[in-house]
């Protein structure tokens, strides 16, 4: 159980604060509510743009990470299609320094030529570096705008491609600044080695004088039902033939998921789990294999991917795959086996709220889900899960017309 106090600033910024004695530490995670589905699809890479944008300086402070490291902390952030979060982490007596950080970038934000410049150039070659250069690095370029035709989630965090980037515009970064990051649209968490009084003083200090930013209501445009199965086939200059199948799943917010992220554990998680035991141990058709889940806010997807052995073809490894989801569409899973995947991530679950760095991040995104309460339940929801309910969900998503297939060839 995870104790926490919760307030709101008077300009909307919702603090959540967590104290934990048994660190020297505090950590601060300060979390938007933007991603990549927030982007105009013709100017996308934006909120990864950002993220480095943030550590580029502000109006008082020209270097972020100086000042943090002379008291000793660490920060990083990251960006998905659904939210960007950045966190530090510094010795609690030091609290303040962090406060005074990630308020003045907040609030002043310094908008250089030169800063665009620098950030641009970082993303730019991230892009060629990660995704275009890198063996299976364009999987995810070619697999979102095959799933999605109408939703946002169609292109990946680092946007669409490299041109969107290069035309990026002071004044462009400036209005997506001004729209999104601001106390209103943002959860900040402070846990660790703290004291409710001495965060509330702080944040009034710091955060108070920021004004607030437009209230952002979503209208993005829903993907329609999947009707007819998708397949595309490349050739790369990879070691060996990949495949991709992506099913459209619920969201993170519906009560489903806990029943879909299960079944992606009793395909894949581990070595004793059913794809891992059958295509890689008996039939030797794949070298590895994976199911997992998206647990994008909207509508996500159910991705199974695995790399072929050498001499197996696409039809034998499409078939293998296709039969495994076909037994836990018609068999119901044993008592034995739920009990298992569900002993693994009650334990994956307690050992990852030890550090109060995946506590912070989990509290924020607890209450941009509905409540930082949900930190405390979700183990429950798992437990609850029947063996009927993943009979039922496999068959809702593992159908051929809800599925987009990659074929990714090895040029040999």
Known sequence: MIKFDKFELANGLKVIVHQDKSTPLACINILYNVGSRDENPEQTGFAHLFEHLMFGGSINIPNYDEPLQLVGGENNAFTTNDLTNYHLTLPSEN??????????????????????????????????????????????????????????????????????????????????????????????????????????????????????????????????????????????????????????????????????????????????????????????????????????FDKGLFVVSGKLTEGITMEQADNAVNEELQKIKSELVSIDELTKVKNKMEASHVFGEVEILNKATNLAVSELLGGADMINNEVNKYLSVTAGQIKEQANIIFRDENCSTLYYKSKK
């Open 95 to 296: 609290l303040e320094t962090g406060f005074w950080l990630e308020s003045d970038r907040m609030m002043s934000l310094a908008f250089s030529e030169k800063s665009l410049e620098v950030q641009r150039n970082v993303v730019i070659e991230e892009f060629k570096q990660r995704y275009l250069n890198q063996p299976y690095g364009d999987v995810w370029l070619l697999l979102r705008p095959m799933a999605y035709k109408v939703h946002p989630y169609s292109w990946d965090t680092i946007g669409k491609e490299i041109s969107h980037i290069e035309n990026v515009r002071i004044d462009d970064v400036k209005a997506f600044f001004k729209k999104f990051y601001c106390p209103n649209n943002a959860v900040m968490v402070v846990a660790g080695n703290v004291e409710l009084d001495a965060v509330k003083q702080l944040s009034e200090k710091w955060f108070a004088p920021i004004s607030k930013g437009p209230d952002n209501k979503r209208s993005l445009p829903q993907e329609p039902e999947q009707t007819q199965a998708r397949s595309l086939t490349v050739e790369r200059d990879v070691p060996a033939d990949a495949i991709y199948k992506a099913y459209h799943m619920c969201s993170r917010f519906d009560k489903e998921y806990y029943t879909v992220d299960l079944i992606s554990d009793i395909l894949s998680q581990g070595n004793s789990s059913r794809l891992h035991n059958t295509l890689i141990k008996d039939k030797k058709l794949f070298s590895d294999i994976h199911a997992y889940v998206l647990s994008d």
